[in-house]
T-cell receptor, first 114, second 114 residues
Framework: AQKITQTQPGMFVQEKEAVTLDCTYD???????LFWYKQPSSGEMIFLIY??????QNATEGRYSLNFQKARKSANLVISASQLGDSAMYFC???????????FGQGTTLQVKP | DGGITQSPKYLFRKEGQNVTLSCEQN?????MYWYRQDPGQGLRLIYY???????QKGDIAEGYSVSREKKESFPLTVTSAQKNPTAFYLC?????????????FGPGTRLTVT
């Protein structure tokens, strides 16, 4: 069975510092995709970054990078130079290529302190 | 502008009534999805459709029904059989095939049943 685990219910970070949000996954599919989404208090889900299971390099999108360790089945999100607007809930998700369905973790609430 | 619209943003209903949540996309995406989110929790898949006139049950389909008569539209009906319908409902769409295609989300509908 496929599963996503986010073990940090809540995190605090000082403005302008970097923060790592943890995500581990479990799947027997050889081909899969890993996603991170941001959910502000308004409720919308904002796509941040994607990592494919066959990608050789870690994905980066602006201040977001994904620390992908395939052997350990982890896909941690790193946010550099945190901003107050980064305060939100963050979800890790996995998509298997054969079904197209996304499986979400429980989420991590990040609060950025001024 | 391309995107996904959900209406209404807030919906109130009396127990025992069926209610239909609308979801429309103009992204020309083949696949569409409905998720439910309870407070402080991750998203759970209710139904999904990868092509017009076809849809599959997700993890929590009981008490819900959908239709996919047009590519652009994927309405969700919350029936009176749903034991605990009060929740935040999110609709999403994506291109079909492979694991790369990220899902784009609508702004969501907060349903309250009393």
């Amino acid at each position: 069975a496929q599963k996503i685990t986010q073990t940090q219910p809540g995190m605090f970070v000082q403005e302008k510092e970097a923060v790592t949000l943890d995500c581990t996954y479990d799947t027997s599919d050889p081909s899969y995709g890993l996603f991170w989404y941001k959910q502000p208090s308004s409720g919308e889900m904002i796509f941040l970054i994607y990592q494919g299971s066959y990608d050789q390099q870690n994905a980066t999108e602006g201040r977001y990078s994904l620390n992908f360790q395939k052997a350990r089945k982890s896909a941690n999100l790193v946010i550099s130079a945190s901003q107050l607007g980064d305060s939100a809930m963050y979800f890790c998700a996995m998509r298997a290529s054969n079904t197209g369905k996304l499986i979400f973790g429980q989420g991590t609430t990040l609060q950025v302190k001024p | 502008d391309g995107g996904i619209t959900q209406s209404p943003k807030y919906l109130f209903r009396k127990e025992g009534q069926n209610v239909t949540l609308s979801c429309e996309q103009n992204l020309n995406h083949d696949a569409m999805y409905w998720y439910r989110q309870d407070p402080g929790q991750g998203l759970r898949l209710i139904y999904y459709s990868q092509i017009v006139n076809d849809f599959q049950k997700g993890d929590i389909a009981e008490g819900y029904s959908v239709s996919r008569e047009k590519k652009e539209s994927f309405p969700l009906t919350v029936t009176s059989a749903q034991k605990n319908p009060t929740a935040f409902y999110l609709c999403a769409s994506s291109g079909a095939g492979g694991s790369r295609y990220e899902q784009y989300f609508g702004p969501g509908t907060r349903l309250t049943v009393t």
